[in-house]
């Protein structure tokens, strides 16, 4: 996997030479931080994937996480490396938006497989189509913008989020909850109220693609091309 550049970030010096060398072995570009603080001064998107050990001096890493996602509004991978092992530790690393979770004391080979398979899938994700074609309707994943036989649709950040994670996802209904969290993520709290306001909204921009917006009653939301 020559060619992706990884910052390790541990108050441990010897533990941040020992991922540095067996990652270069692999082919890894590997940079090293020895706290939150020299981390956070660096150009931090050139790198393609973060290690972040939580328990650090004065700036942990998940607060070091917390600045890089609703700061920076960087979207870089990121596993973190701890020697506490709870579920609530856990579910903190994942509600900040890691990709994964080492636990401590861990090997060098766990390390590199799960480095690889984070980095595997993130390639994964960003291959996926730029255009998504229901019949005359294109949904550009790049651009963010909908076009509806041959005709820009104008969506709201948030209505176009919705859009996008109903349309890229045909075969799965999603309670409002799960909406929720998705598209409004760390923002103010929102009522059930407010996805059933920008799906109407949806439905009346779209025409007679709106009727794709299903709602399976006690269940959620879902878009089905066959009610075109």
């Not at 005709?151 to 919705?162: G, P, R, W």
Request: glycine letters at 6%; aromatic letters at 8%; one cysteine or more.
């Amino acid at each position: 996997m020559k060619g992706y550049k990884i910052l390790v970030v541990d108050d441990e010096q010897d533990l941040c030479e020992i991922l540095k060398f067996n990652l270069e072995n692999e082919g890894f570009a590997v940079d090293v931080a020895y706290s939150a603080e020299d981390a956070i001064n660096l150009k931090l998107n050139k790198y393609d994937l973060l290690l972040l050990d939580v328990m650090m001096g004065k700036m942990s890493g998940f607060r070091l996480a917390e600045k890089i996602r609703k700061e920076r509004k960087l979207h870089i991978p990121i596993i973190f490396l701890t020697a506490k092992d709870t579920d609530n530790d856990a579910l903190t690393g994942f509600s900040l938006g890691a990709d994964d979770y080492i636990s401590k004391p861990f090997s060098v080979r766990q390390v590199i497989a799960r480095v690889k398979a984070v980095l595997n899938r993130t390639k994964y994700e960003a291959k996926r189509s730029e255009n998504l074609v229901i019949e005359n309707m294109v949904v550009d994943v790049n651009s963010k913008k909908v076009i509806l036989d041959g005709n820009y649709v104008k969506l709201t950040k948030k209505e176009f989020e919705i859009l996008l994670l109903l349309v890229e996802n045909q075969e799965r209904i999603y309670s409002r909850e799960e909406i929720m969290d998705y598209v409004w993520k760390d923002d103010i709290i929102v009522g059930n109220r407010t996805v059933d306001v920008n799906i109407t909204r949806i439905r009346k921009k779209l025409g007679k693609y709106g009727k794709a917006l299903t709602n399976r009653s006690g269940y959620g939301y879902c878009f089905d091309s066959d009610k075109i």
